[in-house]
Every structure is written in C-alpha cells, then in structure tokens.
C-alpha cells in the first residue's frame, strides 16, 4: 500500500511564488493519519507558507494539496472547515465576546444541535483551564489565555462528542501554537494532542522547539528556503548533521535518560 493510502493530506510536488519569488519549491509530504508530523525550519524557510496552502488559504503555483484525494481548493469552505481546523499564529480577533461564544464559533461548520456543541465547549473548556473565564471578555484576556481559548476553538472544530472522538478526516493545522503558553500548558496541549492523534486527528504543528518536536512528534519534516530536507521519524531526522544542515548551529545529540529520545544541547 503506497503512503498516500495512509494519508488523510497529501502535499503533491507543492510550490509557491509570492512577487516572483519561490517561497515554497517542490515539497511532496504525505501526513500520516492519526499521527503528529513537527514542521521545523528556521524563520523564513516557508513553515507557514506550507500551513497556508494546506488551509487552501493559498493556492500553489504548481501542484496540489490533497484532502483523501481531491484538491483543497475543490472544497466549499464550510465543507472543509468540517474536516480542516487551523489556527494560526495571530489571531485578528479584537471584539469584546465572551470566552465561551469564542470557544463555540468552533461548532459553526456542523448541525449537532445545541446541546452537544454546549458539551462538547465545555468539555474543551474543562481542559484546557479556561471553564472558569467563560463569561470574560477576550479582549480582556493575558495572551496565554487568548491562546488557551483559541485552540479550544479549533479543537471544537473537529471534536464530535465529549470522549474527544473526532470527525473521520480531520486534520489539525497549528502555526506555533505554544508561543504565548507556559511550561505546563505546553506540556497539556502535547498531551492532548498525542490522545487525539491516537484517535484518529492528522496533526500538523510548526515548532521552533526541538526538543519539543522530538519528545512529541512521530514525524519530523524540515523545511530550509523553501524546500523540504528531510521528512522521517525522529530519530533519523533529528541528527547533528541535520541540525548543522538546517540551522547552521552546532550540537550535540544525547538519548534523553528517561525517553531515549533525542535530546538537542547547543554546544557553547
């Protein structure tokens, strides 16, 4: 069976041009189901570029992204946005609505009902620690809330029911979603992600973290100026070499003592 029949999103010799100028060049990158693939890259390498295409936000100048098979772009927008949930690095959300209704804007795309996209809001609510801000204004909120309530929104995208089943074809696209939260709040979300993986959802994350990358994800793809170096499991993609290779830094590569991960330490 080829990797494609393993795959809910299919990037397809993907480039981009943006002024003339090659953003993304020739990337093919099937996204395992039910797994989480780290995008990795230097600023500018063309990680959110990559996202933008998959979102069908951007359109590739030469080849396809494709959702179990048909291009992005064939998709009515409230057809894919019950499959496709992206958050990106900034939100442009400046009105003063409630938490709450934030969080329920996920639901839009689907016909539940009422009471199951209550449940499913507050169940997101519940863990991600922000039941108890559910009548504040986001506005008002401290960036790390802003991001808490954000991906409770993207998350209640593609959550069918309070088990956090989630819909057939779902895939997750996250640029940089750890940026604004602390150490436990990265920890939970790597969590919660890893448990939704294991029940179906395609995770795309870009990360700036390493080490984050390679405690959590199953696959590593790294982008450098707009090409794709390598795509493998950690442990072959995270090497001194390839980190030489990407971020033009030297390291040095231990297990780590509890994970046998590999564990990135700059050299000083």
């Not at 990797?3 to 397809?12: A, K, N, P």
């Not at 506005?139 to 057939?168: H, P, Y």
């Not at 709040?185 to 959802?201: E, I, P, R, V, Y």
């Not at 950690?234 to 830094?249: A, R």
Request: net charge negative.
């Amino acid at each position: 069976m080829s990797q494609s029949q393993h795959s809910r999103m299919l990037f397809d010799a993907v480039s981009l041009s943006r002024d003339g100028i090659a953003v993304l060049d020739d990337i093919s990158l099937a996204l395992p189901t039910g797994k989480i693939t780290a995008l990795l890259g230097p600023n500018g390498a063309g990680k959110t570029s990559l996202l933008h295409c998959a979102s069908g936000v951007m359109i590739p100048s030469h080849g396809n992204v494709l959702l179990d098979g048909v291009a992005i772009e064939s998709f009515a927008p409230h057809v894919l946005a019950q499959s496709v949930a992206v958050l990106p690095q900034q939100s442009g959300l400046n009105f003063p609505f409630i938490v709450e209704d934030v969080v329920a804007m996920g639901r839009f795309p689907h016909s539940d009902g009422q009471a199951c996209d209550q449940a499913i809001v507050h169940r997101l609510m519940d863990i991600l620690h922000i039941r108890d801000l559910a009548q504040r204004p986001y506005t008002a909120l401290s960036g790390g809330e802003k991001q808490r309530t954000q991906l409770a929104r993207v998350l209640s995208q593609l959550i069918c029911n309070t088990q956090l089943d989630v819909n057939g074809s779902s895939v997750l696209l996250l640029d940089e979603p750890i940026a604004a939260l602390d150490m436990p709040h990265q920890s939970l979300l790597m969590n919660l992600l890893q448990q939704l993986a294991a029940k179906g959802l395609t995770v795309l994350i870009v990360l700036h973290d390493v080490n984050l990358a390679a405690t959590y994800a199953d696959k590593i793809a790294l982008l450098k100026a707009g090409r794709l170096l390598a795509f493998d499991s950690v442990d072959k993609v995270i090497t001194e070499t390839m980190i030489k290779q990407v971020y033009d830094v030297d390291v040095d590569i231990i297990a780590h003592p509890k994970t046998a991960k590999p564990l990135v330490i700059r050299e000083v």
